[in-house]
């Protein structure tokens, strides 16, 4: 399965380019910082871009609530999904 990502500019925030040093660091750009609420001591999730050219930094904390989210879904479903297989068995 092909993944396409389309990027809007109108959905984008450009905060400008940042040097990768030699040991692989790069710096937040404080503009970058201050609007997306990352603070010192903060963790950042590092994903690849589909197109693999190029990364994202996501906060880990968006990324525990997200999956907490999902699995609360997922919770849901595997009890009743559960249930129809035993009636099945039983048959």
Do not use: W
């Amino acid at each position: 399965m092909k993944c396409v990502m389309q990027m809007n500019p109108r959905m984008m925030d450009v905060f400008g380019t940042v040097k990768v040093g030699e040991r692989g660091q790069i710096v937040v750009p404080s503009t970058a910082r201050k609007s997306l609420g990352i603070n010192p001591g903060d963790y950042l999730l590092v994903v690849s871009t589909p197109s693999k050219d190029g990364l994202a930094l996501i906060k880990v904390e968006i990324v525990r609530e997200m999956i907490e989210k999902m699995s609360s879904g997922l919770t849901g479903h595997k009890e009743r999904t559960g249930r129809r297989s035993k009636r099945k068995a039983e048959k």
